[in-house]
Structures are given as structure tokens and as C-alpha cells.
């Protein structure tokens, strides 16, 4: 069945038992893989990933995984990214199992409408497909406020305006801030607190970036040199490390969905047009080299990388520039490599 807008948000916080497999598609990829995420909570499952081309190697795997009783009793939600046409014959058999343990959600990126697996989706009874756009305006600030609840932050249309645009309306990003923000003030589920400008001008996404931004692409370039002596020019105490992490954790939250596009068989210069405006036009080119370098498998890692030391600067009394260094050469030294 298709879902709309108003109740896709139920759907996933409120699965339906009868649902086996959830198809989030569109241009906003971001906002897939946070209804997917959603859908994991929802559930108090783990993620058990598996890939579009072992399920067009052998369709039956998809039905037989889905079927399957863990050893432990866990609950488990597979999860397919990046979703294809491969999928097909594996979603057909999923729906004619008789019965099965673990839901499967995939995660398609933009599907036509003569698409297959969309009109599959749609169609069964045992299927819930919802069409992600990038929201803008009001449906944006509507995005903050209703992420902001789920980390225990009350979020005013114009604190919601602010950080949408400090994140280009970008899901990930927005979900990424907010968490750190509720962190910051201590806010949670059980103890809401209201969002203020200011905790959003000690910590928040749209402080300025333009010098931090470019540290991080320095170190995703391969530019060792040059960011040895950017990195000697910062301050003794590190109070500048937290920010080029974050502004590293943007530009891979931008490459990483991008290149997922690249594995499915887009070509890079296609990718590249269509992200448009979310990439400045002076980095366009240096972008794209990224694209091409890094594979999805390095920027997970990097990834989670650039998550442990931004969590080990701030509960740092005094942030390391050291540990910021380190991290950003050995980048820097990996991309050579590549």
C-alpha cells in the first residue's frame, strides 16, 4: 500500500504486524533512512543488512532471512541499501512466504513509476511505500519539531526555521544536530527542554564553517602538506577541533548518499548535476574527486570514526588538537592510497 506524508510517521512508530516489507524511495534519501531508523526503534530490532545483489543471486534468500528464528530470540529488521530492480524477484517470494519472523525495509533512492518494484510495493497488502521529497518551508520546520520530540526538545517554528536552514533541510544532518543539542542541555524523552538560540550558538549547525570545512576537505583530498600547515596554524588549546569535526561529519553525510547512488550504477558526473545547489560551485570539482575516491565502505568507516572523537572532545575539559591531527591525516594519508 502507498503511505502519505501524515501517516507515514505512524506507520513506522507504530508498525503493523501484518506489513513485511517497507519501500521508502525518492529524492531525499536522507529522510528514507530516517523512517527507517525510526521503524528499527519502533521495533527494537537489529539491523541485519544484506545487499540488492545477493538477493538477485538467489531470491529465495530474502524470503528464507525473513523467516528465519534468531538463535537469541531477537527481533531483527533487515535492512537492503541501496534497494534496486535486483530486489524484485526476492520482494515476490517475500510476499508469498507463508509466514515470517523479521520485516525487511528497503531503502531505494528515486524509483519511476513504471518501476516494478514500486508497483509491487504498492499494491500488496503486505507492503507500505512512501515517496520522500525534501521538504522546504513549512514542512521543514515541521521536520525539526517533530524530530526535536523525539530527543526531548521543544523546537519554536523559528529555532526549527533556523536549524533547517543551518542544515540545507537535510534530515541526517538536522537529526545529527539535534542530538548533540539535546546532549548540551541535558534534555531527553522523559525531561523536555526548550531549544533556545543560544545553546544553538554554542554548539549548533550554522555556525560558521567556511575555515573548518575546509580542513576536512584537505584530509578527504589527500592534501597532507597543505593540512599539516592548516592544522598548525589552529589554536594551542583545540577549541576548534569540535566544529572541523562536525564540518567533516557534514561532508560525509552528503558523500555517502551520493556514492550509494554510484554503487546502483549512476554515473558520477549525474550524481553530481543532480545534488545541484546542495554543493557550492566552487567545490563542485573537488567534490566529485571524493566521489570518485572514496567508496562507501571507507566513508562508513570514516564515519564512525569522526563520531567516536567528536564524542571523546566533548567530554574533553580541553579539546586535544592533537587527537583532531591524528585523525585528519590519517585520512588525508588513506586518500593518497586510494
Known amino acids: 500500500m502507498k503511505a502519505s506524508k501524515a501517516s507515514v510517521g505512524r506507520s513506522v512508530d507504530q508498525p503493523n504486524p501484518a506489513i513485511r516489507f517497507y519501500l521508502f524511495h525518492g529524492q531525499d534519501e536522507s529522510q528514507s533512512r530516517g523512517l527507517a531508523a525510526r521503524l528499527l526503534e519502533a521495533l527494537g530490532a537489529t539491523k541485519f543488512a544484506i545487499t540488492a545483489g545477493s538477493v538477485k543471486s538467489d531470491p529465495a534468500s530474502l524470503a528464507d532471512e525473513a523467516g528465519a528464528i534468531s538463535m537469541f530470540g531477537d527481533k531483527r529488521l533487515i535492512w537492503i541499501e541501496p534497494a534496486s530492480k535486483d530486489i524484485e524477484d526476492g520482494v515476490a517470494a517475500l510476499f508469498e512466504a507463508p509466514a515470517i519472523e523479521s520485516p525487511v525495509v528497503a531503502i531505494a ?8 518494484l514500486l508497483k509491487m510495493a504498492e499494491a500488496s497488502p503486505h507492503a ?4 520522500a521529497f525534501a521538504p522546504e518551508g513549512q514542512d521543514a520546520e515541521r521536520m525539526v519539531m517533530d524530530l526535536g520530540r523525539r530527543f526531548g526538545l521543544k523546537v519554536s517554528p523559528p529555532v526549527a526555521q533556523r536549524l ?14 539535534l542530538q548533540k543539542l539535546a546532549l548540551y542541555i541535558g534534555a531527553s524523552p522523559q525531561a523536555p527542554k526548550e531549544l533556545e ?9 550554522d555556525s560558521s564553517e567556511g575555515d573548518f570545512l575546509r580542513l576536512a576537505d584537505l584530509a578527504m583530498s589527500g592534501d597532507v602538506d597543505e593540512l599539516s600547515e592548516e592544522l598548525a596554524r589552529l589554536p594551542a588549546g583545540g577549541s576548534e577541533a569540535i566544529p572541523v569535526v562536525r564540518s567533516l561529519q557534514r561532508r560525509l553525510l552528503m558523500l555517502a548518499p551520493a556514492r550509494a547512488r554510484v554503487d546502483r550504477g549512476e554515473r558520477v558526473d549525474a550524481v553530481m548535476t543532480s545534488l545541484g545547489r546542495a554543493v557550492f560551485w566552487k567545490d563542485k570539482t573537488k567534490v566529485q574527486r571524493m566521489l570518485q575516491r ?30 583532531l591531527g591524528e585523525e585528519l591525516l590519517a585520512i588525508a594519508r588513506k586518500a593518497r592510497s586510494l
Do not use: Y
Open 109 to 116: 533512492g528515486s524509483l519511476t513509476k513504471t518501476s516494478a
Open 128 to 131: 507500505l511505500a512512501f515517496q
Open 164 to 177: 533547517a536552514d543551518g542544515c540545507s533541510n537535510d534530515q541526517a544532518i538536522v537529526a545529527q544536530e
Open 197 to 205: 538560540h543560544a545553546a544553538i550558538d554554542c554548539v549548533g549547525a
Open 294 to 323: 572514496w567508496n562507501s565502505e571507507n566513508l562508513a568507516t570514516i564515519a564512525q570514526r569522526a563520531g567516536e572523537l567528536e564524542r571523546s572532545l566533548m567530554f574533553t575539559a580541553a579539546p586535544e588538537r592533537e587527537a
